[in-house]
């Protein structure tokens, strides 16, 4: 199944500040999902970013606040831009593990953000 | 939008006790996955059901995806303390590829 390497795994930043988070994946694949989760709390779908065209984003979640690039089949970055301290999350991205839903979905180790 | 419902949202045992989590859903299901994530961790996927009334076994483990396929379990026999973590329920959003997860049971055990 797909293994994902994403980084930094956490950092500690200062308002007003962008940070950049980094996925690459060992395999190509069509779709990588960007979520937060906050603390304690479940995963929230942030974006659905697609190779080749503009990142989908869901409700409550924009692009000035979260661009993502998706330069190719193996990498994505989403970027945390103009940092407050409610931004203080873990961000994960995932993809499919496998070819088909059987093998659900693998995600990256995590980015346990704070913001100070 | 599509949403999951789990329970409890907490739950702490006597190690050798059983856990049992629940997910419902409003709406008929195409499928439903469980994820196990450590307290550190990411999720890790487990298991996904899709047929009706289908139960599947991973040890210690029984998953069921009930008749009507708009609720789910997943069971552990005589828990461990590396059972210990938070436990989600996730389900397709529509017909897409998109997951919506349940607020998690978060798994305490006592040694």
């Known amino acids: 199944s797909a293994v994902i390497s994403q980084k930094p795994s956490r950092d500690i930043c200062q308002r007003g500040t962008s940070l950049t988070i980094q996925c690459q994946v060992d395999s190509q694949v069509t779709m990588m999902f960007w979520y937060r989760q906050q603390p304690g709390q479940s995963l929230t779908l942030i974006a659905t970013?697609?190779?080749?065209?503009?990142?989908?984003?869901e409700s409550g979640f924009v692009i000035d606040k979260f661009p993502i690039s998706r330069p190719n089949l193996t990498f994505s970055t989403l970027t945390v831009s103009n940092m407050s301290p409610e931004d203080s999350s873990i961000y994960l991205c995932?993809?499919?593990?496998?070819?088909?839903?059987?093998?659900?979905?693998?995600f990256g180790s995590g980015t346990r953000l704070t913001v100070v | 939008g599509q949403q999951v419902m789990q329970i409890p949202q907490y739950q702490h045992v006597q190690e050798g006790e059983d856990f049992t989590t629940y997910c419902n859903s409003s709406?008929?299901?195409?499928?439903i996955q469980w994820y196990k994530q450590r307290p550190g961790g990411h999720p890790v996927f487990l298991i996904q059901?899709?047929?009706?009334?289908e139960v599947k076994k991973q040890k210690r483990l029984t998953f069921q995806f009930g008749e009507a396929k708009k609720n789910s379990s997943l069971h552990i026999t005589a828990t461990q303390t590396t059972d210990v973590g938070t436990y989600f329920c996730a389900v397709p959003r529509g017909g897409s590829e998109k997951l919506v997860f349940g607020k998690g049971t978060k798994l305490t055990v006592n040694p």
């Open positions: 059901l899709v047929k009706s009334g």
């Open positions: 709406t008929t299901l195409s499928n």
């Open positions: 970013a697609n190779q080749g065209s503009e990142a989908t984003y």
């Open positions: 995932s993809v499919e593990a496998g070819i088909g839903r059987a093998y659900g979905y693998t």
